[in-house]
Nanobody
């Protein structure tokens, strides 16, 4: 089993920007970015699938952009106008497998679902990369 590898985290001041990257070998149906702040549950941030469909959490719409390099299969998350509440460990999740649906990014009870109704969870996870935003 191959796991995603994240890069690009760091520390910035409020209003700054960062771009995270995630690489994985092999086929994935969709890949997403998730984050977890200390004492909080993991939450979905953004997703892109192999057809280019995207999905964003409302808290990041208009500020974050997810994209995929089809040549390298790397997924990038460009984060602009970062705020202190964006501080968290950011994880790349991937789904190997899938169906005729668009992946979701909801997390419940410690699990993050690509399709909650089917019980399909993201099944490949990276080690995470820290993003810290100071005011």
């Amino acid at each position: 089993q191959v796991s995603p590898v994240e890069s690009g985290g760091g520390s910035v001041q409020a209003g700054g920007s960062l771009t995270l990257s995630c690489s994985i070998t092999g086929y994935t149906f969709c890949m997403g970015w998730f984050r977890q702040a200390p004492g909080k549950e993991r939450e979905g941030v953004a997703m892109i699938d192999n057809k280019g469909n995207t999905n964003y959490d409302t808290s990041v719409k208009g500020r974050f952009t997810i994209s995929k390099d089809n040549a390298t299969k790397a997924v990038h998350l460009h984060m602009a106008n970062l705020q202190p509440e964006d501080t968290a460990m950011y994880y790349c999740g991937a789904l190997v497998g899938g169906g005729n649906w668009v992946c979701e990014i909801g997390c419940r009870g410690g699990n993050c679902y690509a399709n909650f109704a089917l019980g399909t969870q993201y099944n490949r996870w990276g080690q995470g990369t820290q993003v810290t935003v100071s005011s």
